[in-house]
């Protein structure tokens, strides 16, 4: 099954990638740790890293596929070029597509997270609270069906409806 996570950053897509992989399990592709390895790479940040993470992210995720095993793609997936993306792969592997879109429906919590957290990836810049307004105003709505979860309710809870969700879309007849 591929599994692609989507929302603004810091609204909590990675605490519940990581904790369903853990549960299932399932390999993380995450976008951020790869813009950072560029970066560190010398890929000037003048050039569209962005993308092209996205491009590596899905050939990792290709490979893990491609041995039968289940992929959590963590990203912001704001477009439909990259939701495109996703939906490509998962049908050039027959597999099941499951969308979880996680938002923070508190925004002082959220701009909290943001300015607190410290991920330590090294080479990359985490957003300013302006910028992941930008991103919001530039967020395209979805149309696919997906799991919307609220990041204020607790992690174990949102993990758990996320496994229900993926029970219900692992069934041949949720494909697609």
């Known amino acids: 099954m591929l599994i692609v996570m989507a929302g603004l950053p810091a609204a909590g897509k990675s605490s519940i990638a990581e904790e369903l992989a853990r549960k299932l399990p399932a390999a993380v592709v995450s976008v951020d740790p790869v813009e950072a390895a560029m970066r560190r790479a010398g890929v000037d940040r003048g050039q569209p890293t962005g993308l092209a993470a996205y491009f590596v992210a899905e050939a990792v995720a290709d490979g893990v596929l491609a041995v039968g095993q289940s992929v959590i793609i963590d990203a912001v997936n704001a477009v439909e070029a990259a939701r495109q993306q ?47 307004q930008q991103r919001r105003t530039e967020y395209e709505p979805w149309t696919d069906h997906r799991l919307v979860l609220d990041s204020v309710g607790d992690l174990a809870s949102n993990v758990t409806k996320a496994r229900e969700y ?11």
């Open 86 to 132: 996703w939906r490509a792969l998962a049908s050039r592997h027959q597999v099941p597509v499951a969308v979880i879109e996680v938002m923070c429906s508190d925004a002082q919590v959220h701009r909290r997270r943001l300015e607190r957290r410290t991920r330590s990836i090294v080479g990359f810049e985490e957003p300013t609270w302006e910028a992941v």
């Open 166 to 176: 993926l029970a219900l879309r692992s069934r041949p007849a949720a494909r697609g």
